[in-house]
């Protein structure tokens, strides 16, 4: 069975300095592995997404995430980040066939400070 | 364009009561799933409708959940009678035929807490 790993479940860092926030899957054949952000009473929103390819792939609002086979991994960058990136942060695996049929990790919570 | 609404947006009830929620998908989507994350726990897929018709039901829980989407518009999730256990925050997703899950748009979801 499919299953992704976030372990970190809260995160803070200052405004400006770097995030990486880390997820790990397993998944028998190539996954289709995705990244969504909710910020406070909004929906889920797609970050970017890997389907094969470049393995670093750009998504919206400056983030960006290198997929690893050999580690299993797809972890979430950004170089350097705004007090609006504060939101809660979920890793996601799907597959081919039943590709909107997700399974999610438990989510990373990103604090702020200024 | 309207995208996927939810509501309510919260839900205070007490165990054994009844609550139903409703997503509007965005207009024109076949494709509508339901999804659930209990407090601190991923979120798990519930079920998935193509129009009218549930496609994939394998993450119900139990009999106690009830998912409709009568003419393939919106869809109700009833829970009856609900549990402690039921708390959490249930999204509404919707998508056209064929589309893949990078064109798969979110509510904003229902937070239900159960007392």
């Known amino acids: 069975a499919q299953s992704v790993t976030q372990p970190d479940i809260h995160i803070t860092v200052s405004e400006g300095a770097s995030l990486e926030l880390r997820c790990n899957y397993s998944?028998?054949?190539?996954?289709?592995l995705f990244w969504y952000v909710q910020s406070p009473g909004q929906g889920l929103q797609l970050l970017l997404k890997?389907?094969?390819?470049?393995?670093l792939v750009q998504g919206i609002k400056g983030f960006e995430a290198e997929f690893k086979r050999s580690q299993s991994s797809f972890n979430l960058r950004k170089p350097s980040v705004h007090w609006s990136d504060a939101a809660e942060y979920f890793c996601?695996?799907?597959?081919?066939?039943?590709?909107?049929?997700?399974?999610f990790g438990t989510g990373t919570r990103l604090q702020v400070t200024l | 364009e309207a995208g996927v609404t939810q509501f309510p947006s919260h839900s205070v009830i007490e165990k054994g009561q009844t609550v139903t929620l409703r997503c509007d998908p965005i207009s024109g989507h076949d494709n509508l799933y339901w999804y659930r994350r209990v407090m601190g726990k991923e979120i798990k897929f519930l079920l998935h409708f193509v129009k009218e018709s549930k496609q994939d039901e394998s993450g119900m829980p139990n009999n106690r959940f009830l998912a409709e989407r009568t003419g393939g518009t919106y869809s109700t999730l009833k829970v009856q009678p609900a549990e402690l256990e039921d708390s959490g925050v249930y999204f509404c997703?919707?998508?056209?035929?064929?589309?893949?899950?990078?064109?798969?748009?979110f509510g904003s979801g229902t937070q239900l807490s159960v007392l």
């Open positions: 998944y028998g054949a190539t996954p289709y």
């Open positions: 996601a695996v799907g597959r081919t066939g039943t590709a909107s049929k997700l399974t």
């Open positions: 997703a919707s998508s056209q035929p064929g589309d893949g899950p990078e064109k798969l748009f």
């Open positions: 890997y389907f094969s390819g470049d393995t």
